[in-house]
């Protein structure tokens, strides 16, 4: 029970820090990780040049006492692999239970050595740690200085500043603390952070993250359709959570969807246009969906055009299809249509795909009586069901329990969302 409670202190550590570790004997470095003038600081580093971590990482593997392992790996192969579990702990992990999609840290005893893992069920179901997946792992140099776990390019706990920049290239961000420096790397299927000591300049601790698209490929070998959106926008993306009854309307059909958003209130496409462009350099998105301030497609249709042409490019460049997504946002069936016709130009040049929310809730006016927009959110479950019958064909009939909006005429607008969609 006091070894446990060790753990549990250090697997506490471990999740406030985030890091990860490996070993190897190397000389320190004679260049210094960080300057007492970069302290505090975080430093960008051009996108180009992370090429040569993209190469170290063209899979996840990694060798832990002399057992190579890649991520994500089931419990079950980690077991096969050579991995031998505390009886005890293997125990816990048996009765110890995921909900569905949640990701929760743990341990792994090896020896004497303590590997810290984060286990992950990719289940629609709720499932013990013994049924999950290994989706990350970290190691310090405390209580491991004998410790053998190689990240590729043999990058390990002890190994110098020098030694990462020779393997891995320039780091995503540097970011310096009073006796640590941290590196962070990215590439779309991984995140590795290394803690480097300001004063020796070796490593202390190393970690390696699963990201996005390795979920999604997770999902695929399970034989279940997911799709990854980032969403661009404003608050009529965002109130109403949109991206979220999405999320649940097509989890319930079985299509698991993963999304991040850049949603401000009031902001333009143009406003986000960097850190769109730097999402999709770090991660694997199959949809790019970009939705602009209410009045700006007839305020500023050049500018409007442009944002889209520009976010379309770099889509294109990584292989991410571009949505248009045209809310309702106005009573003035006159005005909205203005609107639309804005969005349906822009969507026709760049072959874009056109989610027609606007359109599509004053023709709801005709099959829906007494429809009119309440608090509650019907508008925004209105949208998110578009979504689902324009991207993923589905015709929604029934409303999952945990959807945001249940109302009364919930049903009658999944109805009137499928039948606009399907008379385009």
């Known amino acids: 029970m006091k070894r446990k409670s060790i753990l549990f202190v250090l697997l506490c550590v471990v999740v406030l820090s985030v890091s990860f570790a490996a070993c190897s004997e190397t000389d320190p470095a004679s260049t210094p990780a960080v300057t007492a003038e970069e302290s505090e ?86 499932r013990p740690l013994t049924e999950s997946y290994i989706t990350f792992v970290q190691m310090s140099i405390f209580g491991n200085e004998e410790a053998k776990l190689y990240f590729p390019g043999d990058i390990a706990i002890g190994s110098s ?79 109403g959570d949109i991206p979220g009854q999405l999320q649940t309307l097509a989890g319930a059909s079985g299509i698991e969807i993963i999304y991040r958003g850049i949603l401000r209130g009031g902001a333009i496409l143009n406003d986000a246009k960097d850190e769109a462009i730097e999402e999709m350099q770090t991660r694997r998105f199959d949809y790019l969906v970009l939705q602009d301030q209410s009045a700006r497609p007839l305020r500023d249709f050049n500018g409007f055009l442009n944002d889209i042409r520009n976010l379309n490019e770099a889509a294109r460049e990584h292989g991410v299809t571009l949505v248009l997504f045209s809310p309702a946002v106005t009573d003035d069936e006159a005005r909205q249509s203005a609107l639309t016709e804005a969005y349906k130009q822009a969507a026709e040049e760049v072959g874009a795909i056109l989610v027609n929310a606007g359109e599509a809730w ?22 998110a069901s578009i979504f689902a019958a324009t991207l993923f064909e589905l015709h929604i009939t029934e409303i999952p329990q945990e959807n945001r909006y249940r109302g009364d005429d919930a049903l009658p607008l999944a109805q009137a969302a499928w039948d606009f969609v399907r008379s385009q």
Request: overall charge negative; hydrophobic content about 45%; charged content about 20%.
């Open 161 to 239: 500043y020098d030694a990462v920049i020779t393997a891995y290239g320039e780091p995503r961000e540097r970011d310096a603390f009073d006796e640590w420096v941290l590196l962070l790397y990215e590439t779309a299927d991984a995140s590795v952070r290394i803690w480097i000591n300001t004063e020796t300049n070796l490593i202390e601790s190393l970690d390696m993250i699963y990201l996005g698209n390795s979920i999604l490929a997770l999902y695929e070998v399970k034989n279940v359709e997911a799709a990854s959106i980032l969403f661009v926008g404003n608050s009529f993306t965002r109130d």
């Open 362 to 383: 004053f023709a709801a006016y005709q099959t829906i009586p007494g429809l009119s927009p309440s608090k509650s959110g019907n508008q925004s479950f209105f949208a």
């Open 41 to 126: 600081s975080i430093v960008e580093v051009d996108a180009s040049l992370r090429g040569e971590f993209r190469d170290a990482l063209e899979s996840l593997t990694f060798r832990v006492e002399g057992i190579e392992l890649t991520l994500p790996m089931s419990f079950a192969a980690l077991i096969e692999a050579g991995v031998e579990m505390d009886d005890d702990l293997y125990e816990w992990y048996a009765v110890e239970s995921l909900a569905p999609g949640e990701t929760r840290p743990g341990w792994l005893i090896l020896g004497e050595r303590t590997l810290t893992a984060g286990f992950t069920n990719f289940d629609g179901v709720s």
